[in-house]
Protein backbone atom coordinates (compact mmCIF):
# COMPACT_ATOMS: atom_id res chain seq x y z
CA UNK A 1 0.00 0.00 0.00
CA UNK A 2 1.38 3.06 -0.93
CA UNK A 3 2.41 6.21 1.29
CA UNK A 4 2.28 9.41 1.14
CA UNK A 5 4.31 12.37 3.14
CA UNK A 6 2.26 15.39 2.42
CA UNK A 7 0.98 18.48 4.50
CA UNK A 8 -1.27 21.37 3.61
CA UNK A 9 -1.81 24.47 5.82
CA UNK A 10 -3.19 28.00 5.76
CA UNK A 11 -2.07 30.43 8.22
CA UNK A 12 -0.24 33.87 8.75
CA UNK A 13 3.11 34.89 8.59
CA UNK A 14 5.03 35.92 11.30
CA UNK A 15 7.66 37.51 9.56
CA UNK A 16 8.54 38.61 5.74
CA UNK A 17 9.52 35.75 3.83
CA UNK A 18 13.49 35.70 4.09
CA UNK A 19 15.66 35.11 0.83
CA UNK A 20 18.87 33.01 1.56
CA UNK A 21 21.46 31.90 -1.07
CA UNK A 22 23.25 28.87 -0.05
CA UNK A 23 25.76 26.65 -2.35
CA UNK A 24 24.64 29.10 -5.91
CA UNK A 25 20.98 28.14 -5.01
CA UNK A 26 18.17 30.00 -3.68
CA UNK A 27 15.45 29.14 -1.25
CA UNK A 28 13.31 30.94 0.58
CA UNK A 29 12.42 30.52 4.32
CA UNK A 30 8.79 31.38 5.67
CA UNK A 31 7.62 31.25 9.68
CA UNK A 32 4.04 30.35 9.27
CA UNK A 33 1.10 30.19 12.44
CA UNK A 34 -1.55 28.26 12.66
CA UNK A 35 -4.68 28.31 14.72
CA UNK A 36 -7.12 25.62 15.18
CA UNK A 37 -10.60 26.70 16.70
CA UNK A 38 -13.32 24.70 18.10
CA UNK A 39 -17.30 25.10 18.95
CA UNK A 40 -17.60 25.10 23.12
CA UNK A 41 -20.58 23.59 24.95
CA UNK A 42 -22.55 27.16 24.31
CA UNK A 43 -21.61 27.52 20.55
CA UNK A 44 -19.43 29.96 20.71
CA UNK A 45 -15.91 29.45 18.61
CA UNK A 46 -13.33 29.39 19.95
CA UNK A 47 -9.42 29.65 19.31
CA UNK A 48 -6.92 27.15 20.13
CA UNK A 49 -2.89 28.09 20.76
CA UNK A 50 -1.21 29.28 17.50
CA UNK A 51 1.27 26.41 16.40
CA UNK A 52 4.42 27.73 14.34
CA UNK A 53 5.42 26.15 11.09
CA UNK A 54 8.68 26.53 10.04
CA UNK A 55 8.68 26.15 6.01
CA UNK A 56 11.30 26.28 3.08
CA UNK A 57 10.52 26.94 -0.49
CA UNK A 58 12.80 25.88 -2.96
CA UNK A 59 11.43 25.88 -6.13
CA UNK A 60 12.04 28.76 -8.75
CA UNK A 61 8.82 30.14 -9.59
CA UNK A 62 7.83 29.87 -6.03
CA UNK A 63 10.80 31.11 -4.96
CA UNK A 64 10.09 34.22 -6.70
CA UNK A 65 6.86 34.63 -5.89
CA UNK A 66 7.42 33.29 -2.05
CA UNK A 67 9.72 35.96 -1.31
CA UNK A 68 7.56 38.87 -1.96
CA UNK A 69 5.48 37.54 0.96
CA UNK A 70 5.22 39.83 4.38
CA UNK A 71 4.55 39.60 7.88
CA UNK A 72 0.75 39.02 8.29
CA UNK A 73 0.22 37.82 4.86
CA UNK A 74 -2.02 35.23 4.96
CA UNK A 75 -0.80 32.12 2.94
CA UNK A 76 -2.30 28.47 1.41
CA UNK A 77 0.35 25.63 0.84
CA UNK A 78 0.95 22.12 0.43
CA UNK A 79 4.20 20.58 0.76
CA UNK A 80 6.03 17.76 2.85
CA UNK A 81 7.45 17.46 6.37
CA UNK A 82 11.26 17.33 6.49
CA UNK A 83 12.96 16.46 9.91
CA UNK A 84 16.59 17.49 11.04
CA UNK A 85 18.98 15.99 13.60
CA UNK A 86 20.63 18.36 16.16
CA UNK A 87 21.57 18.42 19.84
CA UNK A 88 19.91 20.72 21.80
CA UNK A 89 21.24 23.24 24.98
CA UNK A 90 21.28 19.70 26.91
CA UNK A 91 23.38 18.00 24.36
CA UNK A 92 20.37 15.81 23.67
CA UNK A 93 19.70 14.64 20.63
CA UNK A 94 16.74 16.38 19.01
CA UNK A 95 14.76 16.78 15.54
CA UNK A 96 13.42 19.38 13.92
CA UNK A 97 10.36 19.10 11.76
CA UNK A 98 10.88 21.74 8.56
CA UNK A 99 7.58 21.65 5.82
CA UNK A 100 9.28 21.58 2.28
CA UNK A 101 6.74 23.78 0.54
CA UNK A 102 6.30 22.80 -3.74
CA UNK A 103 3.17 25.43 -3.35
CA UNK A 104 2.48 28.69 -1.99
CA UNK A 105 -0.70 30.79 -2.75
CA UNK A 106 -1.17 34.38 -1.35
CA UNK A 107 -4.30 34.19 0.49
CA UNK A 108 -5.61 38.03 -0.82
CA UNK A 109 -7.66 39.23 2.22
CA UNK A 110 -9.10 42.51 -0.17
CA UNK A 111 -10.50 43.25 -3.46
CA UNK A 112 -7.17 45.77 -3.79
CA UNK A 113 -4.90 43.21 -3.15
CA UNK A 114 -6.29 41.22 -6.16
CA UNK A 115 -4.17 40.92 -9.16
CA UNK A 116 -5.32 42.19 -12.27
CA UNK A 117 -4.68 40.32 -15.95
CA UNK A 118 -2.00 42.09 -17.04
CA UNK A 119 -0.14 41.81 -13.47
CA UNK A 120 -0.47 38.05 -13.11
CA UNK A 121 1.13 37.85 -16.58
CA UNK A 122 3.93 40.18 -15.98
CA UNK A 123 4.76 38.18 -13.03
CA UNK A 124 4.73 34.74 -14.90
CA UNK A 125 6.49 35.81 -17.61
CA UNK A 126 9.38 37.47 -15.24
Not at 85 to 91: C, L, M, T
Not at 92 to 98: G, K
Not at 109 to 117: A, R
Amino acid sequence: MPSNNRVELTGFLGQDAKLIEKNGKKFVALNVATTDSYKDDSGQWQDKESVWHDVLVFRPFAVQFAEKLKKGDKVELIGSLSYKPFKDENGNNRLQATIVASFVQHQYNKKSDELTVEEAKNLINK
